[in-house]
T-cell receptor
């Protein structure tokens, strides 16, 4: 089935040790998004790609970077994870910008920083 | 002011009850509106889009009032499986803005 796949489902990393989360999609959607969701909070948009065009939210820390080598894959790199970066990271896709038809979410990666 | 505001609840209701959630949004230029459902420690899943004329999907009815910038979700005949967090979501430009969600617990 067409879907958005995130790996791994659970990731434990050490304080300050770089970590990469991955997302792939078989939907051929133009837009891929990364959201951070902390406990009992709304998902917060970190950045998104419209095709190859990268769009960073103004309040996304520099510690967070992203790569989209092709239509199917998108990566979230956290250069020096802190304890405050522990969260669920959600990848989502949509056919068009603005998600006017809604998003398709991956199952998320839950990041623990020790 | 947050872009999308919801009463966090929790709403505790007995099986078979009718329950309504409300949501307000701040950007009058918002274009698209949705309700998502999120189960504990899972990803959000689209429950339904919300149209200006109001729309219904089985036991779920969504309403939009653009003048008041207000969205609602009504769940009739609640089931145990409806227990989840319901996220109000508004599209304003290039991305979706999420409310913090309203927690629903349906009890036997």
């Amino acid at each position: 089935d067409a879907m958005v796949i995130q790996n791994p489902r659970y990731q434990v990393t050490q304080f300050g040790k770089p970590v990469t989360l991955s997302c792939s999609q078989t939907l051929n959607h133009n837009v891929m998004y990364w959201y951070q969701q902390k406990s009992s909070q709304a998902p917060k948009l970190l950045f998104h790609y419209y095709d190859k065009d990268f769009n960073n939210e103004a309040d996304t820390p520099d510690n967070f970077q992203s790569r989209r080598p092709n239509t199917s894959f998108c990566f979230l790199d956290i250069r020096s994870p802190g304890l405050g970066d522990a969260a669920m990271y959600l990848c989502a896709t949509s056919r068009f910008s603005g998600g006017i038809y809604g998003y398709t979410f991956g199952s998320g990666t839950r990041l623990t920083v020790v | 002011r947050k872009e999308v505001e919801q009463d966090p609840g929790p709403f505790n209701v007995p099986e078979g009850a009718t329950v309504a959630f409300n949501c307000t949004y701040s950007n009058s230029a918002s274009q698209s509106f949705f309700w998502y459902r999120q189960d504990c420690r899972k990803e959000p899943k689209l429950l339904m889009s919300v149209y200006s004329s109001g729309n219904e999907d089985g036991r779920f009815t969504a309403q939009l009032n653009r003048a008041s910038q207000y969205i609602s979700l009504l769940i009739r005949d609640s089931k145990l499986s409806d227990s989840a967090t319901y996220l109000c979501v508004v599209s304003s430009g290039y991305a979706l803005n999420f409310g913090k969600g309203t927690s629903l617990l349906v009890t036997p």
